[in-house]
C-alpha cells in the first residue's frame, strides 16, 4: 500500500522535463556522491577499506531514497539526511533502539495512575 | 490544563544525552524522568546514572519468562523503576559515568542521589497523558521509532506508522501547534528528548503530532513519584 501510495502522491500532474534515463542516473549519482562527502565529513566517518566505503555508500544512497519516501508521507515533518544514514533500518534497530519488544504487561508495583481533570 | 507547556522552561529537564551505539534507551528514559521527579521532589537537578541501570538493573517481569532488562540487549522503563524501588535508588552520572557497554555491576548504596517512591502507569487518553505530565513532571513513554532514522526538524506526523514499541524516549512538554519549515501546517504536538545526542532531530529532541496515538506514543506511559533523599 505505501508504494501505490508513493506512486500516487509522487506522480504529480506538473508537467515533468524530459530527460534520458541515463543523464538524470548520473545526475543523481553525482548528487548522492556530493551528499555521502557532505556526511562523512560533517560526522567524522571513515570506513576501514574500499568495500566497506562502497557498501556504506550504497546504503546511504538507499537511504536517501527512504528520506525521500518519508517526507513524502510526512509531509509536516522534515526528513533527510542523518547521523544514521549509513546504517540499514536493522543496524539502526538494534544498535540505537533497545525497548524490549513485547506484550505490554507490568510489573506488580505498577499501579494505575489515578484520573486526573483536565477542564479548568 | 495550560495549551503550551515544556518542562525545560521550569528547570526540570538535564541536557541531552547520548546513548551510543547500545540498545539502552530505555535506561535514558528512565534516569530523565526521575530526574525530573527528583526535581520536582526536592528542587535540585541532578543528571542521574544510565550505567547503573545497563550494569546492574535485570530485573524481570515476574509474569513473563525472559523479559528482563539486559543493557545494551534492551528493557523496559517499568522494570527499571521497579529495580531502583527494590535497590534504594539511582547514582549521580558523574559517580557512576555512562560507557555505552554492558560492564559488571558497581553499585555504591552510600552514593544514591534520587529514590523512586511509586510508579504508575498512565491511560493511553492523551488529556490524561497532558495532565499527569503537569503534575508529575517529564514521563517515561515508549514509541516506534520508523521515522526517527531520517528526521531532521519539525512536527512528524506520518500517514502510516505501525504501534509496536521499539524505543524509550522522554516526554518534556507539548505545543499547541507547531510550523513545520517545509509545509505551514498546524499540528499540536508532544515535545519528546530523544538520548541520540544534540546533533540529531531539533537539537536532541522530537516533536510528534497528538490526538491520535502516531505511532503508539501514548501506548506506554509512565509516570514516577521521587522520594526525598537526604544528600549524601
Redesign the interface.
Known amino acids: ?2 508504494e501505490s ?1 508513493i506512486e500516487q502522491v509522487s506522480d504529480d500532474p506538473l508537467i515533468r522535463q524530459v530527460v534520458s534515463d541515463s543523464v538524470e542516473a548520473v545526475d543523481q549519482l553525482l548528487h548522492a556522491e556530493h551528499h555521502f562527502s557532505l556526511f562523512k565529513a560533517k560526522y567524522g566517518k571513515t570506513y576501514d577499506t574500499q568495500e566497506e566505503h562502497d557498501y556504506r555508500f550504497s546504503v546511504f544512497k538507499s ?1 536517501l531514497r ?2 525521500k519516501r ?2 513524502l ?13 549509513d ?1 540499514t ?1 536493522d543496524e ?22 489515578p ?5 479548568n | ?1 495550560p495549551t503550551d507547556f515544556d518542562w525545560r522552561d521550569h528547570g526540570a529537564v538535564t541536557a541531552v544525552k547520548d ?1 551510543g ?6 535506561s535514558f528514559s528512565t534516569t530523565g524522568s526521575l530526574e525530573g521527579a527528583h526535581y520536582l521532589a526536592t528542587g535540585e537537578l541532578v543528571s542521574l546514572s544510565e550505567q547503573q541501570l545497563v550494569d546492574c538493573d535485570h ?1 524481570c ?4 519468562y525472559g ?1 528482563c ?1 539486559a543493557g ?5 522503563m ?2 527499571a ?2 529495580y531502583a ?1 527494590k535497590v534504594g535508588g539511582v547514582q549521580k552520572e558523574k559517580d557512576y559515568p555512562y560507557t555505552g557497554t554492558n560492564g559488571v555491576c558497581k553499585f555504591d548504596k552510600s552514593k544514591i542521589a534520587a529514590s523512586v517512591s ?6 493511553i487518553d492523551e ?2 497523558i ?3 505530565l503537569v ?1 508529575y513532571g517529564p514521563l517515561a513513554v ?1 514509541i516506534n ?1 520508523a ?1 526517527m ?12 506508522c505501525g504501534k ?5 524516549v522522554l516526554l518534556v512538554g507539548y505545543g499547541a501547534a ?1 510550523y ?4 505551514l ?1 498546524e ?1 499540536p504536538y508532544w515535545i519528546i528528548k530523544n538520548s ?2 544534540e ?2 532531530g531539533e537539537n536532541g529532541y522530537y ?1 510528534i ?1 497528538r490526538g491520535h496515538n502516531v505511532c503508539g506514543v501514548a ?2 506511559v ?2 514516577v513519584t521521587a522520594a526525598h533523599v537526604t544528600p549524601q
Open positions: 500500500s505505501t501510495f537511504n527512504r528520506a518519508n517526507q508521507l510526512d509531509p509536516s515533518a522534515v526528513h533527510g539526511v542523518t547521523r544514521f544514514s546504517l533500518p539502526f534497530e538494534k544498535s540505537y533502539l533497545g525497548l524490549h519488544k513485547r506484550r505490554l504487561k507490568l510489573p506488580v508495583d505498577a499501579h494505575k495512575a484520573d486526573l481533570p483536565t477542564n | 490544563l546513548q551505539s547500545c540498545g539502552s534507551c530505555w530485573e517481569d515476574p509474569e513473563e523479559s532488562d545494551c540487549d534492551g528493557g523496559l517499568n522494570n523503576f521497579e524501588l511509586n510508579f504508575s502507569v498512565v491511560s488529556d490524561q497532558a495532565a499527569n503534575k515508549g521509532a521515522w532514522q531520517t528526521y531532521i526538524g519539525g512536527v512528524s506526523c506520518p500517514y502510516i509496536h514499541l521499539d524505543h524509550g507547531g513545520a519549515p517545509i509545509r501546517k499540528k541520540w545526542g546533533n540529531w516533536k503530532c501506548s506506554m509512565s509516570t
